[in-house]
């Protein structure tokens, strides 16, 4: 139940976006076409109940133009193309919400899957919304056995087809990193709990690639040489937002980066093989050097 009501959240979202401005017999059209409606009207108290629901969620409000023939809106749209939770939803599910319109696209389209999101992501969303603790059973890939344990959920974050949670253990009074795929179990207590305000998420992550925070491991400037076919590509993403070109050649760029290379980034590139040089720091340019030459070495 809960997921079918986050999904008619993002659709309401997406819908209304895309349309601009729109009015309630609009939407319901719309929303007859949808697998969701399963051909039944979108009673008007619902609507407006789901008007709410997003903007404590999520913080958008759907405002109406009542000059205009009450037609409903996005307040401040021009902020969904900014990032954060406002882009994740229009990218994660504006195209689905096309193809569930469409159903003779479903097999000509084709995604990388999260299978985390699909049963723990809802739960953990709203025990955030509602300030309260979960108790989760979790099993990371370095015990034998699962362990029950209590969290205060403070974000949540995707990594390569991954969702993670980030929250803080009471038990070691610290914040800690779960991938929502080594969840067995997932449970919302009755326990309240405060979110800190001196908690940022973006400014948690700032100097990391990928979702490893160590603090132990120190900011550096590294410096990387990419070969002249694969600069297009560092161009169009740059692996961290700290990125700049600051040499160009015929047949090579260097890039620079202020950033702690945990273990994530390492494992980026090394991913690249031979089309990425490290220059500096001289500690990762060795661990990265003695990898590859360990990787060559198995297939000699």
Not at 55 to 65: A, K, P, R, S, T
Not at 136 to 160: A, G, L, M
């Amino acid at each position: 139940m809960a997921k079918d009501l986050f999904n008619r959240y993002i659709w309401l979202v997406d819908t209304i976006y895309r349309a601009g401005k729109i009015t309630f017999e609009e939407i319901n059209e719309r929303w007859k076409r949808n697998a969701m409606s399963r051909g039944e009207d979108l009673p008007v108290r619902t609507f407006h109940n789901h008007r709410a629901a997003i903007e404590e969620l999520f913080d958008i409000n759907i405002e109406c133009d009542k000059r205009g023939g009450y037609r409903y809106y996005i307040e401040n749209a021009d902020d969904m193309e900014q990032g954060g939770v406002r882009t994740w939803l229009l990218n994660t599910f504006a195209v689905n919400n096309l193809i569930n319109e469409s159903h003779h696209l479903k097999r000509r389209i084709l995604f990388e899957e999260i299978p985390s999101g699909q049963v723990h992501l809802t739960p953990v969303i709203e025990a955030m919304r509602d300030g309260l603790t979960l108790e989760i059973t979790y099993q990371s890939y370095w015990r034998d056995e699962p362990h029950t344990f209590e969290v205060e959920p403070y974000c949540v974050k995707v990594f390569r087809q991954r969702w993670y949670l980030v929250g803080r253990s009471p038990y070691y009074d610290s914040v800690r990193i779960y991938a929502l795929d080594r969840i067995h179990k997932l449970y919302t207590t009755d326990t309240p709990f405060s979110y800190p305000k001196a908690f940022d998420p973006q400014a948690y992550f700032h100097d990391y690639f990928g979702i490893i925070a160590d603090g132990e491991m120190e900011v550096e400037t590294v410096r990387l040489r990419v070969r002249h076919n694969q600069q297009p590509y560092f161009r169009a993403l740059p692996l961290h937002h700290s990125q700049c070109e600051v040499e160009t050649a015929d047949d090579y760029a260097v890039f620079e980066y202020r950033l702690r290379p945990t273990y994530d980034f390492q494992q980026e590139l090394l991913s690249r093989g031979s089309d990425v040089e490290v220059l500096a720091p001289a500690w990762l340019r060795h661990e990265i050097g003695g990898k590859l030459e360990q990787a060559a070495a198995m297939y000699r």
